[in-house]
């Protein structure tokens, strides 16, 4: 997929699409093909750093111990001390809240087993569990800061529920067409490495706004 192919794709999709009173999300589609997602050999679940943010902020909450408290406080949006756990283990209502609030969690390595235990029924199935293929896990002398800023670049892009297809949000329309069109060939050529097959697993690739009909970009048919 070629710059220039991207390029024309967004410049379509914004004129076939009307001025809206608030700021669109670009939403990147990849559907798949020729492979079982269903073996453990083809599970695709890929964390990919793009050249640039996603046009907001997002939200980091650190599950942290003693050691690595203040460093979190200090760079995520929320910070939860392992002291802390107790009084949330088993508030259901606060944890389904917490999952729902954050676009990704940083954990404290040696901690990993009591925030699997606090965390994990309500973080896992939202995809929200601290990941070490997103660099989210810190050792406790580490500091959150680069992963915190890193985040703010990054992507997810994994199968759910078997469907033969990933997205993610890719930008906004307040970015520059460039900016947009560097984001999504990075997440692209991420996805493509992360496929049984590569770029034979591609079945087509779209591209929409918010309130937008999709665009193709390619893919095979």
């Not at 802390?84 to 259901?92: S, V």
């Not at 809240?97 to 087993?113: P, T």
């Not at 994990?120 to 050792?139: H, Q, S, T």
């Amino acid at each position: 997929m070629e710059k220039q192919e991207v390029l024309k794709a967004i410049e379509q999709l914004k004129k076939d699409s009307p001025k809206r009173n608030f700021s669109q999300s670009y939403d990147f589609l990849v559907k798949l093909q020729n492979f079982d997602p269903k073996k453990n050999e083809n599970k695709v679940d890929v964390f990919i750093a793009l050249p640039h943010t996603l046009g907001r902020k997002l939200t980091v909450c650190g599950l942290v111990g003693g050691g690595l408290y203040n460093d979190a406080k200090a760079n995520c949006d929320h910070t939860i001390s392992q002291e802390e756990f107790k009084d949330i283990a088993g508030n259901t209502k606060e944890l389904k809240k917490l999952a729902r609030k954050y676009d990704f969690f940083v954990a404290q390595a040696d901690i990993m087993g009591s925030i699997a235990t606090t965390f994990g029924r309500y973080l896992g199935p939202k995809g929200r569990m601290p990941n070490p293929k997103a660099g989210a896990i810190v050792p406790p002398k580490g500091s959150t800061k680069p992963i915190v800023e890193k985040l703010q670049k990054t992507v997810r892009l994994s199968i759910k529920n078997n469907e033969m297809a990933v997205r993610c949000p890719i930008g906004k329309d307040s970015m520059t067409d460039e900016e947009v069109a560097e984001n999504i060939l990075a997440a692209y050529n991420g996805l493509v490495q992360g496929l049984p097959q590569h770029e034979q697993n591609i079945k087509a690739i779209l591209l929409k706004l918010t309130m937008s009909k999709p665009v193709i970009l390619g893919g095979k048919k």
